[in-house]
């Protein structure tokens, strides 16, 4: 039997709009954080959901990715997150694609199709896409640093959708695509143009 998880709720602006970050804790890894627009009734909806155990409190692991989130939202002051995550509800292929993305960068963007050949399935470009939308680690596994090969930023589940996407990117003052063959200039919309990285 799987033990009850914790969780810890607090508010932070994402773009224009101020929301709530949800983080979830299991056995000393994170489970999921995830990022809601008001009303409060809309995190705990999905909390009721997905862990219906889960009881909030404020643990040391909770507490500092709670700090580290804060200061990536400074801008600038947090670059990587390190914290244990757990893999355990996402499929095989999920778990492939989702460790991949996790060593992109700061400020860097990849492409759906090259994610898919790091992951071992280059032609399985549109199930990575989808195994992104099924990320439960917002920012800790950072989804929104894949983009389409065109510049086109391609969808982001998190509420705000490809805006929110834009503004993380912006945020980041993310400056090309982090490698990757064949990979040409984009403009994501917003007067972001991200040149292809020619080192």
């Known amino acids: ?7 810890s709720v607090f508010s932070a602006r994402l773009g224009p709009v101020s929301g709530l970050v949800l983080t979830v804790e299991r056995r000393g890894k994170i489970l999921a954080l995830r990022y809601f627009f008001p009303p409060r009734e809309n995190f705990r909806k ?3 959901r997905e862990y219906p155990g889960a009881r909030e ?9 709670e700090k580290a989130i804060r200061e ?3 801008g600038g002051h947090r670059k990587q997150f390190d914290f244990p995550l757990d893999f355990s509800d996402y499929t095989d292929f999920q778990k492939r694609i989702l460790g991949e993305t ?3 960068p700061y400020g860097r963007i990849i492409s759906y199709r090259w994610l898919a050949e790091k992951a071992g399935a280059p032609r399985a470009f549109r199930a990575a896409g989808r195994a992104l939308g099924a990320n439960r680690h917002l920012l800790l596994v950072p989804c929104h640093r894949v983009i389409r090969t065109s510049g086109n930023p391609g969808g982001f589940s998190a509420p705000g959708g490809p805006a929110v996407k834009i503004w993380l990117l912006k945020l980041e003052k993310a400056q090309g695509f982090a490698a990757g063959p064949g990979l040409g200039a984009g403009n994501m919309g917003g007067g972001m143009v991200f040149p292809a990285r020619t080192s």
């Open 72 to 74: 990536y939202f400074r």
């Open 57 to 65: 409190r404020t643990t040391g692991l909770l507490g500092a990715v």
């Open 102 to 104: 996790r060593k992109i």
């Open 46 to 48: 999905w909390i009721k």
């Open 1 to 7: 039997m799987k033990e009850d998880p914790f969780y």
